[in-house]
C-alpha cells in the first residue's frame, strides 16, 4: 500500500504550520484534491505527489518570499 500523508504529517516534514497547510489545500484544491482521499473521520490523506505539490509550496513562501495568490498563479 501507498504512503499516505496526513496534513500534520506534512507539517512535521516540513516545518510549515497546519493552518497554512489547510489554506494551501484551498488554493490550490484543483491541483491537490486527485491527489488526496479521505480516511477515518473524515480525515484527508495526500499521496507522494501531493506532500510534493505542499512542499514546493511551502518553499516557495518561505524562500522566494512568494504570498498565497502568487502561489496559486504560478
Known amino acids: 500500500m501507498a504512503t499516505r500523508y496526513t496534513l500534520e504529517d ?13 489554506n494551501f489545500y484551498q488554493d490550490l ?3 491537490l484534491e486527485p491527489l488526496s482521499s479521505r480516511g477515518d473521520k473524515n480525515r484527508l490523506y495526500f499521496d507522494a505527489s501531493g506532500f510534493k505539490v505542499f512542499e514546493q509550496a511551502y518553499q516557495l513562501k518561505t524562500q522566494q518570499g512568494m504570498t498565497r495568490p502568487e502561489i496559486k498563479r504560478k
Open 10 to 22: 506534512i507539517a512535521s516534514h516540513t516545518g510549515a504550520k497546519v493552518e497554512l497547510l489547510r
Open 29 to 31: 484544491k484543483l491541483i
